[in-house]
């Protein structure tokens, strides 16, 4: 059985900007010579990781709304320069835009069962929710028409 994370994606204000910053970081190792691996550090160790890698997702929570998701490829402990015990967790650089559902803030990340877990939003279906401006989804899911 597959199993999701939610995490809050703090100082992105659009499913775009995230992808431009995944982008940008990419670019950024190839010029250092390093890996253009996708990576988010965190600093709980999630226990149910072999429930999530290759199954399951990250969901992230943008301006209150679950905006997008990527899948999870690998999590991988570790230790920084200060000893502190930290998780890095290897995503798959493509986003994938989810319906907007409304999200409380919360400090780190959270379980999320699939059953609990907004479907994607084609983006080559024409006419629906992947038609519509990011903008005008996020409005329309504040008003609760979503």
């Known amino acids: 059985m597959s199993l999701h994370?939610?995490?809050l994606c703090v100082g992105c204000e659009s499913i775009a900007d995230l992808e431009e910053w995944i982008a940008a970081r990419r670019a950024e190792?190839?010029?250092q010579g390093r890996p253009p691996e996708q990576a988010h550090i965190t600093r709980m160790v999630p226990k149910r990781g072999d429930e999530?890698?290759?199954a399951g997702s990250l969901y992230w929570v943008i301006r209150g709304l679950i905006a997008c998701r990527q899948p999870v490829l690998a999590i991988r402990p570790f230790t920084d320069a200060e000893g502190v015990g930290r998780c890095r967790l290897v995503?798959?650089?493509a986003v994938t835009p989810v319906e907007p559902r409304p999200c409380r803030p919360f400090q780190g990340w959270r379980y999320?069962?699939?059953?609990?877990?907004?479907?994607?939003i084609s983006r080559s279906a024409a006419g629906d929710l992947a038609a519509m401006p990011e903008s005008m989804r996020r409005e329309l899911a504040s008003l609760g028409l979503l």
């Open 5 to 7: 994370l939610l995490k």
């Open 29 to 31: 190792a190839l010029r």
């Open 52 to 54: 999530i890698v290759g």
């Open 91 to 93: 995503l798959d650089p």
């Open 112 to 120: 999320l069962a699939p059953a609990d877990a907004p479907r994607d």
